[in-house]
T-cell receptor, first 113, second 114 residues
Framework: AQSVAQPEDQVNVAEGNPLTVKCTYSVSGNPYLFWYVQYPNRGLQFLLKYITGDNLVKGSYGFEAEFNKSQTSFHLKKPSALVSDSALYFCAVPGGATNKLIFGTGTLLAVQP | NAGVMQNPRHLVRRRGQEARLRCSPMKGHSHVYWYRQLPEEGLKFMVYLQKENIIDESGMPKERFSAEFPKEGPSILRIQQVVRGDSAAYFC????????????FGSGTRLTVV
């Protein structure tokens, strides 16, 4: 069964430092992979997706993610964190018989000023 | 383009009442999904619908919960005889297709059962 795992419940980083939010996947075949962000009391917003092609995917708000097939990972990164990046981040993969999106448990990113 | 519209944003129900949550997908999107987010938990898939059809209800509780997406009008998630454990944020999302399209989410309905 298709699944994603986010091993960290929370990531703390100082403003201006690089950030990484981890995601590993388990899929059969070629994966489609997604990252979403959720700000407090809001719905999820799409950040970026990997379908095929370049392993480094660029998305919204300066975020990027690196697809690594050998490590089955799709980590979210940003070179310089902002306090406003503090939010809940979810990775996701289509799965099941109907390819609905299956989400990881989420990682809370806290950026300290 | 107004995006995915959910209403109400907040809903308070007493135990035993019915809750009706509405979702209008983005224009041009024919696939609708409902997810539930419990406090301190991730997003759990509930149901996937297309117009007049339930495609996948593998995440729906067996009792009290139902969903529809009629030919005209919004998708409705209905919870009968609500209990305290139904208190959660319910999110609707829509997409133009499956697989690589990704979803557009609404802002959610926060249900509180008192």
């Amino acid at each position: 069964a298709q699944s994603v795992a986010q091993p960290e419940d929370q990531v703390n980083v100082a403003e201006g430092n690089p950030l990484t939010v981890k995601c590993t996947y388990s899929v059969s075949g070629n994966p489609y992979l997604f990252w979403y962000v959720q700000y407090p009391n809001r719905g999820l917003q799409f950040l970026l997706k990997y379908i095929t092609g370049d392993n480094l995917v660029k998305g919204s708000y300066g975020f990027e993610a690196e697809f690594n097939k050998s490590q089955t990972s799709f980590h979210l990164k940003k070179p310089s964190a902002l306090v406003s990046d503090s939010a809940l981040y979810f990775c996701a993969v289509p799965g099941g018989a109907t390819n609905k999106l299956i989400f990881g448990t989420g990682t809370l990113l806290a950026v300290q000023p | 383009n107004a995006g995915v519209m959910q209403n109400p944003r907040h809903l308070v129900r007493r135990r035993g009442q019915e809750a009706r949550l509405r979702c209008s997908p983005m224009k041009g999107h024919s696939h609708v999904y409902w997810y539930r987010q419990l406090p301190e938990e991730g997003l759990k898939f509930m149901v996937y619908l297309q117009k007049e059809n339930i495609i996948d209800e593998s995440g729906m509780p067996k009792e009290r919960f139902s969903a529809e997406f009629p030919k005209e009008g919004p998708s409705i998630l209905r919870i009968q005889q609500v209990v305290r454990g139904d208190s959660a944020a319910y999110f609707c999302a829509s997409s133009p297709g499956v697989g690589g399209y990704g979803y557009t989410f609404g802002s959610g309905t926060r249900l509180t059962v008192v």
